[in-house]
């Protein structure tokens, strides 16, 4: 009889999740290899997810959910699974952006992770954290995934300028990077997102110290979020906030509009090797 690995629920949030889904398993009396054919994930998989060996499939919380009626109950699990994995200073971040009404952003070397493909983050994640394991890489990109899905269902609009060094610097094979552009071309209506470029030929301009995030809170309240190499901080105080929203509505100005921006990123993926 195989040996049955000890569930410690209390221990994380993934740990939860692989304990609830073992007693709804069970519960139904199904075996791992039932289990596995009303998902569509091996027998392995899930095993390890009931053990958290392995990160959540972004898709599975939903079709457990719809499996076992219990209404949001592993989607929720998932989502706090996917907060719990970054830094404290990441999490409040994530907390505003997901309350805000209106989104406006500048990104000055890397695509937004609003907007990434699932290649392209999981090539940065390798890139910045190089002693990750695979399951702490495969939940930061299901996590930065599950944010851009969360973004595009709550029908928020983004407006996003980005430099034209996020077009000219490659993450990632040329494939990957190819991918990014591409999609960055054609972001559907249901993403509720304008994209604009701002090329080289505006030179020296008041943003180029970092990445910069507005968010229009319910009631009108705007609050920043300003990132550097390796930390970010939010900013709350009316006036620091304004200052940087000024420094914005400059920088965008003098962006391009958006069928000059695509024509730019075509120009981009024309130039990838």
């Known amino acids: 009889m195989p040996k049955v690995t000890p569930l410690q629920p209390h221990k994380s949030a993934r740990h939860e999740f692989g304990w609830k889904l073992r007693n709804a398993r069970k519960a139904e009396e199904w075996s791992l290899e039932q289990l596995s054919s009303k998902v569509d994930i091996s027998r392995s998989h899930l095993s390890r997810i ?108 983004l407006t996003q300028l980005i430099d034209e060094a996020v077009l000219r610097r490659s993450c990632g094979t040329p494939g990957v990077m190819r991918e990014q552009l591409a999609k960055l071309l054609t972001l559907p209506p249901e993403a509720h997102c304008t994209l604009r470029v701002l090329p080289f030929a505006y030179g020296y301009h008041a943003l180029l110290g970092g990445s910069l995030a507005l968010w229009t809170l319910p009631g009108g309240r705007m609050v920043a979020y300003e990132e550097a190499m390796i930390k970010g901080v939010v900013l709350t105080d009316k006036d620091e906030v304004a200052f940087r929203a000024a420094h914005y509505d400059l920088v965008a100005s003098a962006a391009l509009p958006p069928r000059d921006s695509a024509d730019m990123i075509k120009a981009a993926m024309d130039d990838l090797t």
């Open 50 to 157: 009931e053990t958290a060996r392995y990160a959540i499939p972004p898709e599975l919380p939903r079709r457990l959910d719809e499996l076992f009626g219990r209404g949001r109950e592993f989607q929720g699990l998932y989502a706090e699974t996917q907060v719990k994995i970054h830094p404290d200073q990441y999490r409040r971040r994530m907390e505003l952006e997901s309350q805000a009404t209106a989104i406006r952003g500048y990104a000055p070397q890397v695509v937004p992770g609003l907007l990434q493909t699932e290649d392209y983050a999981r090539a940065q994640f390798l890139l910045t954290t190089p002693s990750a394991s695979e399951a702490h890489i495969d939940g930061l990109v299901s996590a930065r995934m599950l944010r851009q899905r969360e973004r595009e269902a709550s029908g928020v609009p």
